[in-house]
């Protein structure tokens, strides 16, 4: 049981990366999910999350207007669409996923977050 991010990359400034995190061994269905990040010498620092069925999503400001959370039900994935990047956007990304529910509400604080992926590096150079 685990969660892979996906896409991540070198980038210049005002570029743009979707990542993707899907899982192995489990389905995202009735899950809230959650990007977070983690620059080095920073603490982790939720990014965005989006909704078991995608009807409620949350930014944090930092990347409010810059950044898109979505999901593919279909095919077990969701996607975080990072456009206008920036320096400061350089970190590890990681995708995490809670425990099923029914309630249509999400969040970035990292505590209710149950899986873990193993995060892919996003470097935005200047």
């Known amino acids: 049981v685990q969660l892979q991010a996906s896409g991540g990359g070198l980038v210049q400034a005002g570029g743009s990366l979707r990542l993707a995190c899907a899982p192995s061994?489990?389905?995202?269905?009735?899950?809230?999910i959650g990007w977070f990040r983690q620059a080095p010498g920073k603490e982790r620092e939720g990014v965005s999350c989006?909704?078991?069925?995608?009807?409620?999503?949350y930014y944090a400001d930092s990347v409010k207007g810059r950044f898109t959370i979505s999901r593919d039900n279909t095919k077990n994935t969701v996607y975080l669409q990072m456009n206008s990047l920036k320096p400061d956007d350089t970190a590890v990304y990681y995708c995490?996923?809670?425990?099923?529910?029914?309630?249509?509400?999400?969040?970035?604080?990292?505590?209710?977050?149950?899986?873990w992926g193993q995060g892919t590096q996003v470097t935005v150079s200047s």
């Open positions: 995490a996923a809670e425990q099923m529910t029914l309630q249509q509400r999400c969040s970035i604080d990292g505590a209710p977050y149950v899986y």
């Open positions: 061994g489990f389905t995202l269905d009735y899950r809230a």
């Open positions: 989006i909704s078991r069925s995608g009807t409620s999503t």
